[in-house]
């Protein structure tokens, strides 16, 4: 048990003394107090979907993509799986001694479901490491398009669930910019994203909205919302998917609609199949 007021019964304090929320004396000061904080903010929107599922089938397997140091994974099994039977943290990082890292604090804390794999995201499709049923994808500060990449993945899974946070997303804003002469000769909607920062935000929002619409015409419900970071950032954009039997049925055409107005056919394989 901890005598910190602010701190979950039974956490391990071990555990968030690894994740600097923390200190090494075992205190909490306000940097780490706002970590906290935003760490729970994070955990109530994910707990309610394991539970869900727990409840359903007695077991569950979350997988989280570009996983980094792990923290969310580590967060997930102390606070959920720690005392339960059965559920499974898989996290998958490209980053090779980012993975051997987290596998030593998972063997130090016992943390024997949390499993921590240096794959790729293209090899964690085809990975026999990896279980054939997934029920929970997330993708939490994954920058560009290691998000997309993580929907790939959740789609081919067929998840039930897909939680993801984007972050430094450039590559629509790229392509807009490439083709801003060509849009400002068309229409006068190109304004929108003529200056540099209008680009990089509008180029942001648009890859959300071409996400959101690649779910929905895969049969998932998509709910939108905002989520403080963990890191030291400003609100993100929190999307959080359950998967449906029925597609929306204008999304595929929809997205194929603004891809060609926006002039993003260079990206049609990335949101459109």
């Known amino acids: 048990m901890n005598s910190i007021p602010e701190i979950r019964p039974e956490q391990s304090l071990e555990l968030l003394k690894e994740l600097h929320i923390l200190t090494r004396d075992g205190k909490l000061n306000q940097d780490s107090r706002r970590k906290?904080?935003?760490?729970?903010?994070?955990?109530?929107?994910?707990?309610?979907?394991?539970?869900?599922?727990?409840?359903?089938?007695?077991?569950?397997?979350?997988?989280?993509?570009?996983?980094?140091?792990?923290?969310?994974?580590?967060?997930?099994?102390?606070?959920?799986?720690?005392?339960?039977?059965?559920?499974?943290?898989?996290?998958?990082?490209?980053?090779?001694?980012?993975?051997?890292?987290?596998?030593?604090?998972?063997?130090?804390?016992?943390?024997?479901?949390?499993?921590?794999?240096?794959?790729?995201?293209?090899?964690?499709?085809?990975?026999?490491?990896?279980?054939?049923?997934?029920?929970?994808?997330?993708?939490?500060?994954?920058?560009?398009?290691?998000?997309?990449?993580?929907?790939?993945?959740?789609?081919?899974k067929q998840a039930q669930f897909i939680v993801l946070a984007p972050c430094c997303q450039a590559e629509v804003a790229s392509v807009l910019r490439r083709h801003k002469s060509e849009a400002l000769a068309q229409s006068a909607l190109a304004e929108i994203w003529r200056h540099p920062i209008h680009t990089r935000e509008f180029g942001s929002q648009i890859t959300n909205v071409l996400r959101c619409l690649l779910l929905e015409s895969h049969g998932y419900q998509v709910n939108v919302t905002e989520l403080v970071g963990w890191e030291h950032s400003m609100k993100n954009e929190l999307i959080i998917a359950r998967r449906g039997n029925t597609p929306r049925g204008n999304a595929r055409e929809r997205a194929t609609q603004i891809v060609r107005e926006l002039m993003l056919g260079d990206l049609e394989a990335r949101f459109l199949y």
């Open 36 to 156: 906290l904080k935003q760490v729970y903010h994070l955990y109530q929107f994910i707990e309610p979907l394991l539970a869900e599922v727990m409840a359903k089938r007695g077991d569950l397997t979350l997988v989280d993509h570009g996983a980094g140091k792990s923290y969310l994974g580590f967060i997930l099994y102390d606070l959920f799986l720690k005392n339960r039977s059965s559920g499974s943290v898989y996290g998958i990082e490209t980053r090779t001694e980012l993975v051997e890292k987290s596998r030593k604090l998972a063997q130090r804390l016992g943390f024997a479901r949390l499993s921590l794999l240096n794959l790729s995201v293209e090899d964690s499709i085809k990975s026999e490491h990896l279980p054939e049923r997934v029920d929970i994808v997330t993708a939490l500060h994954a920058c560009d398009t290691a998000t997309d990449d993580a929907i790939r993945f959740a789609l081919h």
